[in-house]
């Protein structure tokens, strides 16, 4: 099952709770673009070396595993990514690197096989168009551009990064630029999805229109 969006319209939440009530694992993709954001810092490559990201995106010893409980875990160089990879450097680096064809190549290979083992629920940006474009639950959740910086100021201050409503706002017009702009899997919504605004709903409720969804286009 395919979830895309931008940031900041509660992909991952709604992501999370529809696998829950459907009993299939969840993976936030995101997440293993930034372990690559990641060792790009650690191992001194530069972000803007298009061929060197690429030789390290396809090199990377990611791995994505199943516990013994259905949970699932991103292994860095054989250790879980942690909270490690949301750190503001390397967010900043991964939103850089996670636009090389190369890189993307290399996460959607893993992607796919990791959602072919037992069917999944993804979450990303691509993964309706480039992942799984053949998947009939594609789901595309957007939502007010006041919405989500009011969503991505809450998370920052979480993190104790603090930025202003103006510098949030940059940031997420920036992202999205990039996103939709890129050569490699750009985010896009066609007539394939299910579209969802979430600016004034709340997550359980997108849940439970998901699920329903779900269910019924299996029945028939």
Do not use: W
Not at 49 to 72: H, I, W
Not at 94 to 110: C, D, F, I, K, N
């Amino acid at each position: 099952m395919a979830i895309d969006g931008p940031s900041g319209v509660g992909k991952s939440t709604v992501a999370r709770g529809v696998a829950h009530r459907l009993d299939l694992p969840y993976l936030e993709t995101g997440a293993m673009y930034r372990a690559l954001g990641s060792k790009v810092l650690e191992s001194g490559v530069d972000p803007g070396d298009r061929a060197a990201v690429e030789e390290l995106a396809r090199e990377l010893d990611l791995v994505v595993e199943f516990g013994p409980a259905g949970e699932v875990t991103i292994l860095l160089d054989g250790s879980p990514v942690g909270e490690r990879i949301r750190e503001p450097r390397v967010s900043d680096v991964t939103s850089q690197v996670a636009v090389y064809p190369g890189v993307r190549e290399r996460m959607v290979r893993l992607q796919r096989q990791f959602g072919a083992r037992r069917g999944a629920v993804l979450e990303g940006r691509d993964i309706g168009t480039q992942v799984f474009p053949d998947t009939p639950y594609k789901f595309f959740l957007d939502a007010r551009t006041d919405v989500r910086v009011a969503r991505r100021l809450g998370q920052l201050a979480e993190r104790g990064r603090a930025l202003s409503e103006a510098e949030v706002a940059a940031e997420i017009t920036a992202r999205d630029d990039r996103d939709s702009r890129r050569q490699a899997s750009p985010l896009t919504c066609d007539s394939s999805y299910v579209a969802l605004d979430t600016s004034e709903t709340p997550s359980e409720v997108i849940v439970e229109r998901i699920v329903d969804h779900v269910l019924s286009a299996g029945n028939g």
